[in-house]
């Protein structure tokens, strides 16, 4: 029997990693890539096709594609496009070069692949696109400029490509998490130390009673109502394996909550409520 088969970026840890065991313990082909060839060759030893896919390195992304159709004889039933960082910091701080960096990551790279992808599931008469975006695709919160402009950005086009595609077998889905343990807030320091002069802000203080506290409590105080990984495999499962999968996906208690009172707020009080974030 052939086995239906996905490509899931990202999956050295969190995310990536739950939905890659998950969906092969479902009988799924799995291949999981990574940005890294170490954490590609760990994702070997635990029995997976690795791929090394980089969204950063356009190269990486069309020789990991090309492994995953010369394994399938050219064809992919799913891919799952995973794998962001955030730049914590106030807008006014953020450094140009650091959007254009966060954009290369979380942006950019998933609308390449995505693209080389499409031809493949037009051949072959069907297929699904699942992107992983956030809560934050759709409300913002502050000191995430940089993480809610990439998301805000792939809700966008995720949404017009999925109006664009209904003329074909192919699916286009948003999964829009909260807040789910993963390694993604230490990730966080380091993009945080490598971009933000905080100390020669106009906000220093905020930045000490606020962002700094939150950041570097690592471990001591996870996000409240924050799920396991597992969370978002069950809406990944449903997007990929039933036969009318919805266009999007909440998971978490704060998603549907921020999904509510952005419909039925006005934005000065959505604001107020987002401010104390």
């Known amino acids: 029997m052939q086995h239906k088969s996905i490509l899931i970026t990202g999956c050295s840890t969190g995310i990536g990693h739950a939905c890659a065991h998950g969906l092969r313990s479902r009988g799924w082909r799995v291949f999981a890539a990574c940005r890294k060839a170490e954490d590609c060759a760990r994702l070997k030893t635990e029995g997976f096709e690795s791929p090394l896919i980089d969204y950063e390195n356009s190269e990486s992304i ?30 006014e701080d953020l450094p140009t070069d650091a959007l254009r960096t966060i954009f290369e990551a979380n942006f950019f790279g998933w609308h390449d692949l995505t693209r080389q992808v499409i031809p493949v599931m037009r051949a072959q008469g069907h297929g699904r696109i699942v992107q992983c975006s956030s809560v934050l ?63 020669a802000s106009a906000r220093v203080e905020q930045y000490r009673s606020k962002l700094l506290k939150r950041l570097y409590s690592l471990g001591q105080t996870p996000d409240t109502f924050e799920l396991p990984a597992d969370a978002v495999l069950h809406k990944l499962v449903h997007a990929i394996e039933a036969p009318r999968p919805r266009p999007r996906y909440y998971v978490t208690t704060p998603t549907y909550l921020m999904g509510a009172l952005r419909r039925i707020l006005p934005t000065r009080a959505l604001d107020w409520v987002l401010s104390r974030g």
């Open 62 to 91: 069309v020789s990991g594609l090309a492994e995953v159709l010369d394994a399938t004889g050219g064809t992919l039933d799913a891919l799952f496009n995973n794998g962001a960082f955030a730049i914590p910091g106030a807008v």
């Open 137 to 199: 695709g759709f409300i913002t919160m502050p000191w995430r400029g940089a993480y809610n402009a990439t998301k805000f950005a792939l809700e966008g086009l995720t949404d017009t490509l999925r109006l664009e595609m209904r003329d074909t077998d192919i699916e286009v889905i948003l999964i829009e998490p909260g807040p789910i343990t993963s390694d993604f807030r230490a990730n966080s320091i380091k993009q945080f130390e490598r971009w933000i002069d905080w100390e």
